[in-house]
C-alpha cells in the first residue's frame, strides 16, 4: 500500500510517517517547507521520499498527488494555531489551508478513487454541557474561526468522497512539535506557581498512539466519522497539569482557575471536550491506551530528545 501523508513535519505527521514505515508500506511525505524541517530523530521518517506541496495551491495539490497515485491520503497539514486564526489578516490563509486545501485533496482522492483520512477536531461542537459528544452527531455550532474551518473541511470531504475517515482529536501531544506539555514543562521550571484553567474537560491525545490508529482505519474499510483520544477518562487542563508535574518529578504549584478567572485567550474556548470513542471498538478498533500511560512514553522519548 502506497501512503501520501501532509504535514509531516507536524506533530501527528511524524508520527503517522514512522508508523506507515514501521508496517512496511510505501510512504511518501509532504509540507510547505522545500525541505523536511520537523525533528530530525534518527527514525525512518528523516529517510521518506518527501515532497515540497502547499496545500493551498489547488494544481500543486492535484499533479504532485497524481504524480505518486496513492492508496490512500493520510491528511494531517492544517492551521491549528487556534488564537491567531481569529486575527482579520489571518482569516483567509486559515480558511485557505483548513478549507480549501482538504477541499482539493479530496477532489484528487476522488479522482484518483483512493482513501483519505481528515484529521478533526472537538472545536466542530459548540462545547456546552457535559454529555460525551458522539462522533456521528450533526449538532455543529464551532466557537471560533478555527473550529468553523475544521468543520467545513469535514463537510468537504464527506460531499465529496466515499472512502472516507473522519477523525476528531483533542487536546494534541507529540514528540515532534509545540504542544501543552511541553509548554507546562517549561513553564514549570521558571515559576514556582503556575494558573491553569478547571473548567475546561476532555482528554488528551499522544500522536504516537493515534497514528497506530490511523493506519489500522486504513487498512480496512470501515468508512466513516469516528472520534479517537487517550483513555483513562475525563479530565480538566488542571488536572492534565498536576499529572504533568507529577511524573516529571516537579515541585511546581498548581493552582485551579475559572476560565473566566484566566483570561488571555483571544479565541472562545469549548467547556466540553468529551468525545465519545465507543464506535472504534464496535467497529473492530483497539482504543488508544491511558492517558497517564501515554504521557509517561512521552516523557521518555522527550528525555531521549534531550540528552
Known amino acids: 500500500m502506497k501512503i501520501f501523508v501532509t504535514g509531516v513535519a507536524?506533530?501527528?505527521?511524524?508520527?503517522?510517517?514512522?508508523?506507515?514505515?514501521?508496517?512496511?508500506?510505501?510512504?511518501?511525505?509532504?509540507?510547505?517547507?522545500?525541505?523536511?524541517?520537523?525533528?530530525?530523530?534518527?527514525?525512518?521518517?528523516?529517510?521518506?521520499?518527501?515532497?515540497?506541496?502547499?496545500?493551498?495551491?489547488?494544481?500543486?495539490?492535484r499533479n504532485t498527488i497524481k504524480k505518486y497515485q496513492p492508496d490512500v491520503v493520510i491528511h494531517c497539514a492544517a492551521w491549528t494555531a487556534v488564537d491567531l486564526a481569529e486575527d482579520d489578516d489571518k482569516v483567509a490563509r486559515v480558511r485557505a489551508i483548513n478549507v480549501g486545501g482538504t477541499e482539493s485533496i479530496a477532489k484528487v482522492c476522488r479522482e484518483l478513487a483512493c482513501k483519505m483520512v481528515y484529521i478533526s477536531t472537538d472545536y466542530v461542537f459548540d462545547g456546552q454541557g457535559t454529555k460525551p459528544w458522539q462522533p456521528d452527531c450533526k449538532a455543529y455550532s464551532p466557537l471560533n474561526v478555527y473550529g468553523q474551518t475544521k468543520l467545513e473541511g469535514e463537510l468537504a470531504v464527506a460531499s465529496l468522497l466515499e472512502k472516507y475517515f473522519i477523525v476528531r482529536i483533542a487536546w494534541v501531544f507529540g514528540v515532534s512539535g509545540?504542544?501543552?506539555?511541553?509548554?507546562?514543562?517549561?513553564?514549570?521550571?521558571?515559576?514556582?506557581?503556575?494558573?491553569?484553567?478547571?473548567?475546561?474537560?476532555?482528554?488528551?491525545?499522544?500522536?504516537?498512539?493515534?497514528?497506530?490508529?490511523?493506519?489500522?482505519?486504513?487498512?480496512?474499510?470501515?468508512?466513516?466519522?469516528y472520534h479517537a483520544t487517550n483513555e483513562g477518562g475525563y479530565i480538566s487542563w488542571y488536572d492534565f497539569t498536576c499529572e504533568i508535574y507529577r511524573q516529571a518529578g516537579y515541585t511546581t504549584t498548581v493552582v485551579p482557575v475559572t476560565t473566566k478567572e484566566y483570561g488571555l485567550s483571544k479565541a472562545v474556548r469549548p467547556f466540553n471536550s468529551r468525545l465519545d470513542k465507543s464506535k472504534l471498538s464496535k467497529c473492530g478498533f483497539t482504543p488508544l491506551p491511558d492517558w497517564k500511560d501515554a504521557l509517561s512514553r512521552f516523557l521518555e522519548e522527550i528525555e531521549k530528545e534531550n540528552q
Do not use: C, W
Open 178 to 225: 509545540k504542544n501543552f506539555v511541553k509548554t507546562m514543562l517549561n513553564v514549570g521550571k521558571t515559576y514556582d506557581t503556575v494558573r491553569v484553567v478547571n473548567d475546561q474537560i476532555g482528554t488528551p491525545t499522544y500522536t504516537f498512539d493515534l497514528a497506530r490508529l490511523l493506519v489500522d482505519m486504513i487498512e480496512t474499510e470501515q468508512y466513516g466519522y
Open 10 to 61: 507536524g506533530q501527528l505527521g511524524h508520527d503517522v510517517m514512522n508508523e506507515v514505515f514501521k508496517r512496511g508500506y510505501e510512504g511518501i511525505g509532504s509540507d510547505i517547507a522545500p525541505n523536511y524541517n520537523g525533528i530530525s530523530d534518527g527514525s525512518p521518517v528523516t529517510n521518506m521520499t518527501y515532497i515540497q506541496m502547499d496545500v493551498t495551491n489547488d494544481e500543486s495539490v
